[in-house]
């Protein structure tokens, strides 16, 4: 059939419509948008981003898993089309006229798995047969007499909200090493662990700290291709200030970490626990044995709960428990996303290690160096601690510092915080608070924040530093 550009006018290619692949045969269209939910949990499903279509097998059960279509972005047209059938040959179609219904931008397709169902049936302890028992776990129609509910004897059903975390299948094979090397073929190659060969310490009094780095260390400084430049800049920087932390030397150089990852296990050492703990200390340098090394000791500061501090900074990531949620399409949990990559591994900016006296942290749990505190009443407490004796050794939990030395200083940088809030707040036309320091409750839990730099790393964007908390 020919076009006729006289019936042009019969096409709406600006009506848009939404196209849905129904897996099954739709015999009756009631029934079949009562399985989607109707028509408002249709249109909601549609205009709500990333929300995933809905398909019940059982919509008059509560009990029923659904089944989850995703949404496609597609280019079609959907025509209506009038045909002429002969009664003696009902085979033969004869197209009479074609006209465009609308355009379709989108489609949702239900490729993935149904999640596990668990029917409400019991085997009865009279006849032994099995019976349905839904009617007995969902009240039917209004309830009159509150206090005759749930008086009769109803077996326990109780079935979890998802049985499975995913809809998709997955390839992982959770055994041991050497059963799945057993199951590799020959002709596949495992991929190399990656690594970059530093030394973790350990805090002791005794143990004497290493003095040269992993020879494997510089090999793989050298396999990266790391620019001499860089090398010589973070080791000027380890000569000037014999400890840092790498959100610390990041910032002072003005490097990524790409630059300084693979150099730092060069040049120094890291502290996994003690007083020093989350930082890296020059090879040859031992801050035991050093009483100005007190300036290089960790203070952990954390934003307390009170005072309306606590939702104004944001948390830098979350240590709650994923919770399974398939309603919503989240493709950024299995694909690496390159802009957050690229952010992580950026330039950290000053106020990420440095406290001034109008710093407004950016993060609820910050770790500063008290080199870095820049608060004159911190500094001259730094100062007037009495020197020791000679020979006095530095004590394992507290360093060269005396007992509850970062719980006053913790004190002295919520107060200058909580200040710096109220005058933020006062220039934005709010009301001042009344709130000491005193009056916070530190925050632990949910909230606590680690970070982890691990000697052996499975992907290369867990390279942040490891911070381990000491009794």
């Not at 954390?302 to 948390?315: N, Q, S, Y």
């Not at 719980?407 to 009344?434: H, M, S, Y």
């Not at 924040?449 to 942040?464: K, L, Q, Y």
Request: one cysteine or more.
């Amino acid at each position: 059939m020919e076009c006729d550009p006289k019936n042009s006018h019969k096409h709406n290619l600006q009506k848009e419509l939404v196209c849905i692949e129904y897996p099954g045969q739709v015999r009756n269209p009631d029934r079949m948008m009562a399985s989607l939910g109707g028509a408002l949990e249709l249109s909601t499903a549609i205009t709500t981003e990333k929300r995933r279509l809905e398909l019940r097998f059982r919509p008059d059960s509560i009990y029923s898993k659904p089944a989850f279509g995703d949404r496609h972005q597609t280019t079609g047209l959907v025509l209506k089309l009038k045909i002429r059938r002969k009664r003696s040959q009902p085979n033969e179609v004869q197209v009479r006229s074609i006209e465009i219904a609308g355009r379709v931008n989108f489609q949702y397709r239900f490729e993935s798995m149904c999640d596990f169902q668990l029917l409400p049936a019991m085997r009865s302890t009279t006849t032994g047969v099995v019976e349905c028992m839904y009617d007995s776990f969902v009240p039917s129609g209004v309830i009159t007499n509150p206090a005759e509910c749930g008086t009769d004897p109803v077996p326990y059903f109780l079935p979890p909200i998802s049985f499975s975390r995913f809809d998709t299948s997955q390839l992982n094979i959770f055994k041991a090493k050497d059963v799945v090397a057993d199951l590799t073929a020959p002709g596949d190659k495992e991929r190399a662990r990656r690594t970059k060969h530093g030394i973790y310490q350990g805090f002791t009094l005794l143990e004497p700290l290493p003095q040269e780095p992993n020879p494997l260390a510089p090999q793989t400084m050298k396999a990266k291709n790391v620019p001499q430049a860089t090398i010589d800049l973070v080791r000027n920087k380890f000569q000037e200030r014999p400890v840092w932390t790498k959100t610390a030397l990041k910032c002072a150089l003005q490097l990524s970490e790409d630059d300084i990852r693979y150099v730092l296990p060069s040049v120094a050492l890291y502290f996994v626990n003690g007083p020093w703990r989350g930082t890296w200390v020059r090879f040859g340098y031992d801050p035991r044995q050093f009483f100005d090394a007190r300036y290089y000791q960790l203070l952990d500061f954390r934003i307390r709960t009170t005072g309306a501090m606590h939702d104004k900074v944001k948390v830098k990531r979350s240590q709650n428990p994923i919770k399974p949620c398939m309603r919503f399409a989240n493709p950024s949990s299995n694909i690496r996303d390159s802009e957050k990559l690229s952010l992580s591994r950026s330039i950290a900016p000053k106020t990420d290690y440095i406290f001034t006296a109008d710093t407004l942290p950016q993060m609820r749990i910050i770790f500063y160096q008290y080199c870095d505190v820049q608060v004159p009443q911190i500094q001259q407490m730094l100062e007037k601690i009495p020197t020791p004796l000679t020979g006095a050794v530095c004590n394992e939990k507290t360093g060269w510092l005396p007992a509850r030395f970062d719980e006053q200083c913790r004190n002295i940088l919520t107060d200058i915080v909580l200040a710096n809030f109220r005058k933020k707040r006062e220039g934005g036309g709010g009301t001042d608070t009344n709130t000491s320091a005193s009056e916070f409750e530190e925050t632990e839990g949910d909230e606590t924040e680690r970070t982890f730099d691990e000697e052996e790393d499975e992907s290369d964007d867990s390279d942040a530093e490891k911070i381990l908390p000491f009794d």
